[in-house]
């Protein structure tokens, strides 16, 4: 299985600053990288697919970088409501894996 | 607009069987490979099974293998997933996703069913 490490676990920042996530596939992974945003008691929601675009909706603070084993999600001007759980997810093969996730807190 | 409704959780003691199921609708079902994920309580999402547009190909995670069954009734439009010898750690959240990837192409998941909890304890 294509294993994902997500860093940092926890991310403390403040309303309109710009903080980046990382997410690392232990083998390449192409660009078949995603990132959802998951609210307490909501279900995940997409903002990034194919490593690098972004999902119809979803403000231009979010952007996504990387290929092969390394990605990032960068997000600016934070907002109070960015305030969640981040995950990336690989679906190069059927086998998906997922990161542990990435808490944000918005101070 | 695209829904997918599960249904069939509960309270299991181990070692027995439950069977969910995912109603979806307002799109073609017959298209699109659909996945069963599950989040236990405090975890990330974790991917279960897949099943192709056309039922023809199912795979499995490595923890679930020869105990669940995943498969599909395209004339009511509806996924299931079959678990057999349920353990504690099957505990969480189940999901039926829907894969991004029109026509079995590949993609992440575009839309969420609400979830249905499954709980395995004596």
């Known amino acids: 299985d294509i294993q994902m490490t997500q860093s940092p676990s926890t991310l403390s920042a403040s309303v309109g600053d710009t903080v980046t996530i990382t997410c690392r596939a232990s083998?390449?992974?192409?660009?078949?990288l995603a990132w959802y945003q998951q609210e307490p008691g909501k279900n995940p929601k997409l903002l990034i697919y194919k490593a690098s675009n972004l999902e119809s909706g979803v403000p231009s603070r979010f952007s996504g970088s990387g290929s092969g084993t390394e990605f990032t999600l960068t997000i600016s001007s934070l907002q109070p409501d960015d305030s969640a759980t981040y995950y990336c997810?690989?679906?190069?093969?059927?086998?998906?894996?997922f990161g542990q996730g990435t808490k944000l807190e918005i101070k | 607009q695209v829904q997918l409704v599960e249904s069939g959780g509960g309270v299991v003691q181990p070692g027995k069987s439950l069977r969910l199921s995912c109603a979806a609708s307002?799109?073609?079902?017959?298209?699109?490979?659909m996945h069963w994920l599950r989040q236990a309580p405090g975890q990330g999402p974790e991917w279960v099974a897949v099943i192709t547009s056309d039922g023809s190909y199912k795979y499995y995670a490595d923890s679930v293998k020869g105990r669940f069954t995943i498969s599909r009734d395209r004339s009511k439009n509806t996924l299931y997933l079959q678990m057999n010898s349920l353990r504690a750690e099957d505990t969480a959240v189940y999901y039926c996703?829907?894969?991004?990837?029109?026509?079995?192409?590949?993609?992440?998941?575009?839309?969420w069913g609400q979830g249905t909890l499954v709980t395995v304890s004596s």
């Open positions: 083998q390449s992974v192409r660009s078949w």
């Open positions: 307002g799109f073609a079902f017959s298209n699109y490979a």
């Open positions: 997810q690989q679906y190069n093969i059927y086998s998906w894996t």
């Open positions: 996703v829907r894969d991004g990837g029109a026509y079995d192409s590949g993609g992440p998941v575009d839309y």
